[in-house]
């Protein structure tokens, strides 16, 4: 019997890499740079998954479009140059991703895509570094969608590959990340390692420890 498409969609930080710290320094170089008291570390978390525009307008509510547009300049700077420095230890893979990525790319009915708040320029240069070309057959990035938790980045994959919304799963860290597919209407998991707590992801349809729990959790959702 021929077994239906599934599509499996992963974010990208506090998902797949450990890049909190690129992340806080990067935003503390940023305010730094523009003589702004620097966010407290947990406020910049709570903000990973959403594009930078939304990102900077919650950490510095009170500063002018202008001045947020530039504390946006002045993260990609400190960012790019960062990843240029560091390369793949400047967001490492989490323990078990790539087995996992591997493990699931294997399945011929199941095809692997990115839904993520980084720019093109910033995932493209990731999945280079990590050797993750040929994993993932579609990529939606910031520069062309709303901000999380707006569902257009699911609804662009979905229609990408032809794959309907009980056909697919979203798999985050943040509630952005739920909400998200949750207004796309497609099953979410939640990871319990990333930047948002467990008790966020209430909108997922399970949350998973490790990465050897997803392949069974993707079985109970299509069963």
Do not use: N
């Not at 077994?3 to 990208?12: A, R, S, Y």
């Not at 590959?161 to 739920?178: C, E, F, H, L, R």
């Not at 399970?206 to 993707?218: E, G, H």
Request: glycine fraction near 8%; charge should be negative; proline fraction near 7%.
């Amino acid at each position: 019997m021929i077994q239906p498409l599934h599509l499996i969609l992963f974010d990208v930080d506090g998902t797949l890499v450990d890049s909190q710290a690129a992340i806080v320094g990067s935003m503390t170089a940023a305010f730094d740079a523009l003589s702004l008291p620097v966010p407290a570390r947990a406020d910049i978390l709570s903000i990973v998954g959403l594009s930078l525009p939304q990102a900077m307008a919650r950490l510095a509510p009170g500063q002018s479009e202008t001045t947020q547009a530039r504390l946006v300049e002045a993260y990609k700077q400190s960012y790019h140059a960062t990843r240029l420095a560091l390369g793949e230890a400047h967001s490492p893979l989490y323990p078990g991703a790539r087995e996992m990525l591997e493990q699931l790319h294997a399945v011929p009915h199941y095809l692997l895509g990115v839904a993520t708040g980084k720019s093109k320029r910033g995932l493209d240069a990731l999945i280079e570094v990590h050797g993750l070309e040929c994993i993932f057959v579609t990529r939606q990035v910031a520069d062309h969608h709303p901000s999380k938790p707006h569902p257009s980045m699911i609804e662009t994959a979905l229609a990408e590959t032809g794959t309907a919304p009980g056909g697919a799963v979203m798999i985050g860290d943040t509630s952005y990340d739920m909400e998200m597919a949750a207004a796309a209407g497609v099953a979410g998991i939640g990871v319990s390692w990333g930047y948002h707590p467990p008790h966020a992801l209430d909108r997922a349809s399970c949350i998973i420890d490790d990465f050897t729990q997803l392949p069974p959790a993707l079985t109970q959702i299509w069963m």
